[in-house]
């Protein structure tokens, strides 16, 4: 059906991408342990960029190969540019919320922290990592941009995108501190997160640099047709990935079960428990989550209520109202036959557990 | 002589720019404390780009000036993106530090903990405002850059310059580690940092930006003359700094007197201290630096030997070696008449130390 690069040959040109326009030799030499950690950084920087589903550079690979025709190097550079900001932004989200792990492995700052035997210096290395990569991935769009049609728009959409992920993280540390008293407001304010945080960087741009560098759609159409559909999509893509947290396992998320309930994030599906919880339910969610951690009964206690509120179906009819809205704007495009079903098949991606028969909603704790 | 514009037209229309390329009303609206972040954070933006000389950008319009012919909107626009991206790296820089004071007032990542009171969201929003800023100074240099003859050489060396202040960085934490018993190497790796952590965005960059869009030099021209004139003027402007926190006075600098020696910072000062002090002196000197912290009398110690070891005068000759050489280089452009007077002055003002009569070698501690 298709010819897109897969999973490994991103990964793998994405690593080559990162060597040749961030090379560290030009930076060293002067002392044992400057080479130590310049050569720390950068195999560090390999390693945070493995283990992803690529769904990003896919997702722009299919809506370049569905308006366009084959891929060309050039898009292919700009598919793994996705992907490398997204390995910056994952390594500043985790010194944000200083997690340990991601993907299953120990986190760029604190493999870092760990090699050279101090925390501090770890952070501080993932920290500038994270700004060389970001820097990385617009100066790999930016050449592939040189070679593709609408370049300049293809620049600024990338650097909207990078942005929009910034104020995204914004917002979602202010959430941080919203009263969990206004369950409402709450989720709402959690929707715009995901609609900054998420699906910008995870499906509106995607599609908006593929349909642009396709060359078959002014730019104006390109960014109308990547916000109708990438809106709703990104949006229930972060609903199910919370989803995921609470009745996941362990294996598929890299993440512990309930990890978000432990940290305390204040997610939509915590607005709706709260939301439709009776007075004493509310009062307990409320107490677990005002404390500064939650213990393995807290967290228990907060996944049961999760779903005898019926939060949990709430989320699932979310994400449902959000998929069918996202399919009938794809549909509006008017794609006919393997270029239908390759964006189908792109977008499907990022649901996996809508598309699992074995997540029935009486079954939540799988 | 010029009609470049001065240091409060570069700060405001750096604030300008900020709010134009990042305006915070698009991401809001969905709960009182989002708006009040985001409120905030706006507001530490502007607050962060206030106080500074503004130097760069005086040094990039001064050698668009000098070369061809005056401001246009556009050279002032990517002169005000370097001030931007400084201001992007001085927060990050901060928050890496753990720094409560920049520029005599609260770092940005103080200011919003204390805000918001919670210095962990602090920390985070710092860290976010910081990207953003850097996606900004890109964008506003892109967008001028299509109005400016060598456009796309504009991307790439602006480009190049973050990426090798993030490099520089890493390499200034990892001169953290390096052990203090070989100080002629500690002295050539902090001569390293300083030329991609200090110089590249502060001279380097600067000349080769003014430089290309003069229009009047092929890019290959521009940037040797960057290099050559910027990268002594550069690491001799960072000799200066470390050497004005030794002997300057917390009004002049907006720091303690000190700061650095009480934060047990590698600097070359230090690094010539070790090499030539005697066996007893240089005993003291690694103890104190290989602690956890240091007393006032430990900088008071510290400042004696600077001094009593002949580091002080050693700084002083470096820098004065580096000023030959950068002046040197920048007569080799032959410039003449007011354009070179412009451009003197222009490096002069990153010396002021050196400049100032006041500053007598027998009378380090003024």
Redesign the interface.
């Known amino acids: 059906m298709s010819s897109i690069p897969d999973r490994s040959d991103i990964e793998r040109h994405s690593i080559e991408l990162i060597r040749r326009?961030?090379p560290?030799r030009p930076?060293g030499g002067?002392?044992d342990?400057?080479s130590?950690?310049?050569a720390a950084?950068e195999s560090q920087a390999s390693a945070s960029t493995i283990g992803g589903k690529r769904l990003r550079a896919r997702l722009a690979l299919a809506a370049h190969s569905a308006l366009g025709s084959g891929t060309s190097s050039a898009m292919l550079d700009l598919a793994c540019a996705i992907e490398i900001f997204q390995t910056a932004a994952l390594i500043?989200d985790d010194?944000?919320d200083?997690s340990d792990l991601r993907r299953g492995r120990p986190s760029a700052h604190k493999a870092l922290g760990d090699e050279?035997g101090?925390p501090?210096?770890g952070?501080?290395?993932g920290?500038?990592?994270?700004?060389?990569l970001?820097?990385?991935s617009?100066?790999v769009a930016?050449d592939a941009s040189?070679s593709l049609p609408n370049g300049?728009e293809i620049?600024?959409s990338f650097?909207a995108m990078?942005?929009d992920v910034?104020?995204?993280?914004?917002?979602d540390?202010?959430?941080?501190?919203?009263?969990l008293s206004?369950p409402d407001?709450?989720a709402?304010?959690s929707?715009?997160v995901f609609r900054?945080k998420t699906a910008s960087y995870t499906t509106i741009a995607p599609l908006e640099l593929g349909f642009l560098a396709s060359g078959s759609l002014d730019p104006a159409s390109c960014a109308r047709a990547a916000h109708a559909i990438g809106e709703p999509l990104g949006v229930a893509f972060q609903l199910e990935d919370d989803l995921l947290d609470v009745v996941g396992t362990s294996s598929a998320t890299g993440k512990p079960v309930g990890g978000d309930i432990r940290e305390g994030k204040r997610t939509v599906l915590l607005a709706d428990a709260i939301d439709a919880a009776t007075p004493s339910d509310r009062a307990t969610l409320i107490g677990m989550f005002d404390k500064d951690a939650r213990t393995d009964d807290d967290v228990e206690t907060t996944i049961r209520l999760f779903h005898d509120t019926g939060a949990l179906d709430r989320s699932r009819r979310r994400i449902s109202a959000l998929w069918s809205h996202a399919v009938r704007e794809l549909d509006a495009l008017g794609l006919e036959g393997s270029k239908r079903d390759l964006m189908r098949k792109s977008c499907m991606d990022f649901m996996p557990m809508m598309m699992d028969a074995k997540n029935d909603p009486q079954q939540p704790l799988d």
């Not at 910034?166 to 917002?171: E, R, S």
């Open positions: 326009h961030t560290a930076y002067h002392s342990v400057c130590r950690v310049l950084v500043h010194i944000i200083d050279l101090d501090r210096i952070r501080g290395l920290l500038m990592m994270g700004d060389v970001a820097t990385c617009i100066d930016a040189r300049q620049v600024s650097l990078q942005r910034g104020m995204g993280q914004v917002l540390l202010a959430v941080e501190l919203a009263p206004e407001r709450l709402q304010a929707l715009n900054w």
